[in-house]
C-alpha cells in the first residue's frame, strides 16, 4: 500500500487547512486510515482515525476543532483542521491498517505562526 499525502503548509495561528492522503496498491476492503503528527523533539501521537465504516476517533487536544473523513471510493481520507494553534505545528503522517499491517505516508509538515 502507497500513501500520498498532501496539503500542509504554513498557517496563521486561528486560520485553517486541509489533507488530503491517498492509498493505492493492495487496498482491502476494512480498514483504518488515519493521521499522526510529530513535533520537534517529540513522540509521534495520534491525531484522528477513521474506519471503512465511519467510526472515528480524535485525540482530546483536537477535538472540536479538527475533522476526519473518508471517500472510500477514492480510498482518501481528510484531516479539516480549523482555529488551528502554534501547538499543532508538527509533521503529519498519514496511515493506514489492514489485516495487521500498518503502513505510512511521507509526512506533510504544518506549521501554524503566532
Known amino acids: 500500500v502507497q500513501l500520498q499525502a498532501s496539503g500542509g503548509g504554513l498557517v496563521q495561528a486561528g486560520g485553517s487547512l486541509r489533507l488530503s492522503c491517498a492509498a493505492s496498491?493492495?487496498?482491502?476492503?476494512?480498514?483504518?486510515m488515519g493521521w499522526y503528527r510529530q513535533a520537534p523533539g517529540n513522540q509521534r501521537e495520534l491525531v484522528a482515525t477513521?474506519?471503512?465504516?465511519?467510526?472515528?476517533n480524535y485525540a482530546d487536544s483536537v477535538k472540536g476543532r479538527f475533522t476526519i473523513s473518508r471517500d472510500n471510493a477514492k480510498n482518501t481520507v481528510y484531516l479539516q483542521m480549523n482555529s488551528l494553534k502554534p501547538d499543532d505545528t508538527a509533521v503529519y503522517y498519514c496511515?493506514?491498517?489492514?489485516?495487521?499491517?500498518?503502513?505510512w505516508g511521507q509526512g506533510t509538515l504544518v506549521t501554524v505562526s503566532s
Open positions: 477513521i474506519t471503512t465504516l465511519g467510526s472515528t
Open positions: 496498491g493492495s487496498i482491502f476492503g476494512i480498514n483504518a
Open positions: 496511515n493506514y491498517k489492514a489485516q495487521g499491517r500498518n503502513y
